[in-house]
């Protein structure tokens, strides 16, 4: 059965509910009782199933439209296949981690998802190959793609120290962030930049300022990894280099956006206003992310985030929220794969809402944690907060199904 790149798209769209039902699940667990979850499990079953289920789903999806708008002989039936084997592993990993933790079947599931991960990238890569017309989206999509299966040596370290049962703190905790890195940093970065950079005018944007935007943050990246275990000890000239790729990315992303704020009237005419906040909003995002990445190069305020773990939950969701589930939700729109309708609009607003009370309030309870100063009912705020991103998401699930749009019907 053939299915529509459209519905795929809206399928993710349902994943994200989910990922936000087990979000607002371990939110309750924390603020009331609920002895019959286990919360570790829970949060491997919600981290896994958003990677896998919800952005990777939906950045597939976006580069499969691409490359069909691109090239003359796409095959639907071959990325209706690669969706689908992602899809399944996904749900594989939902169901069984919430039971069993890293056992058995949720370690098949996760290691087919990377399996699959693989298999994307070939199939890709050969496409994008045998497209007639190349841009520099090529250059950010295949740099997206190779950072995609280096993420997979995290994964694959972490299951050889568990096997061997040999685990040593340092290496399981820079395992766990390597993966991270490459997946927020690496593929999921890449693959919304270099979409994005392909809707922008070549008049406004030359070919000069794009390519020197992508080398920056292209070898940037790799060295970027250590801002995440700048507690290892690592030699002074690996430190500088660190430094200097901090340096760099917020210089090339300060650039690009100059460019951006100067040219906004170009790029997003009447017709796509509405949607211009919500590319606007994950571009403050990326900048708050950017200068924290920088701020963490002082050893001390490193010690001092790494140390606190709301601030760490606060900065993973600002990752995954604040930038790129509402960049996919900005696209979207742009493209026209859903319709900006009122239900769609109200949905979208009040999961923005609940991302930035989220934040907020992690935000506060990092301060609590470092002052040991008591924040009345903080986890029951917290609670409100994954209350209202669920009740949005599940607006916005209405709003596609309801959804007439059929422009990804290919």
């Given amino acids: 059965m053939s299915i529509s790149l459209y519905k795929w798209l809206r399928i993710a769209v349902f994943n994200l509910l989910l990922v936000a039902f087990l979000g ?31 952005i990777t789903q939906a950045l597939m999806t976006f580069i499969a439209f691409y490359i069909a708008k691109n090239k003359a002989s796409f095959s639907l039936k071959k990325y209706n296949r690669l969706l689908f084997a992602n899809l399944v592993t996904a749900y594989g990993m939902l169901f069984c981690f919430p039971f069993e933790g890293y056992g058995l079947m949720s370690i098949i599931f996760s290691t087919l998802s990377i399996f699959v991960s693989y298999a994307f990238a070939i199939v ?10 190349k841009t520099f989206t090529h250059a950010w999509i295949k740099a997206a793609l190779i950072w995609s299966v280096l993420s997979s040596i995290g994964p694959y370290t972490l299951a050889y120290m568990m096997a061997t049962k040999h685990i040593y703190q340092h290496i399981y905790l820079a395992s766990i962030y390597f993966y991270l890195h490459f997946q927020y940093n690496g593929w999921f970065f890449f693959t919304c930049i270099g979409l994005f950079m392909n809707k922008l005018p070549e008049s406004l944007f030359p070919v000069k300022l794009k390519k020197n935007f992508f080398y920056a943050f292209a070898f940037a990246c790799l060295p970027a990894y250590f801002l995440s275990a700048l507690w290892l000890p690592i030699p002074t000239w690996i430190y500088i280099i660190v430094v200097a790729a901090a340096f760099v990315q917020v210089i090339a992303w300060g650039v690009l956006s100059v460019k951006l704020v100067s040219n906004r009237i170009a790029i997003f005419s009447q017709e796509y206003k509405p949607v211009t906040w919500l590319f606007i909003l994950p571009a403050i995002a990326l900048s708050i992310k950017l200068l924290l990445q920088l701020g963490s190069t002082i050893p001390a305020l490193s010690t001092w985030a ?3 773990r709301p601030i760490v939950i606060g900065y993973l969701h600002l990752v995954f929220l604040g930038i790129f589930s509402i960049f996919i939700l900005a696209y979207s729109l742009y493209n026209g794969y859903f319709l900006y309708n009122k239900r769609f609009a109200r949905g979208v607003w009040i999961f923005i809402a609940g991302i930035i009370l989220n934040e907020a309030l992690l935000m506060l309870q990092g301060l609590d944690a470092i002052t040991y100063t008591g924040v ?5 705020m917290l609670l409100g907060a994954a209350i209202v991103m669920f009740t949005g998401i599940l607006i916005l699930n209405i709003a596609t199904v309801s959804n007439s749009q059929a422009g990804g019907n290919i």
Wanted: hydrophobic residues 50%; without cysteine.
């Fill in 376 to 380: 009345p009912y903080i986890n029951e």
């Fill in 306 to 308: 790494f140390g606190f």
């Fill in 124 to 133: 890709v890569w050969r496409d994008l190959n045998r497209i007639n017309k």
């Fill in 24 to 54: 607002l699940v371990m939110r309750y667990k924390i603020a009331f009782s609920l002895p019959f979850i286990t919360q570790k499990y829970f949060l491997n079953a919600h981290s896994h199933f958003a990677f896998a289920g919800w």
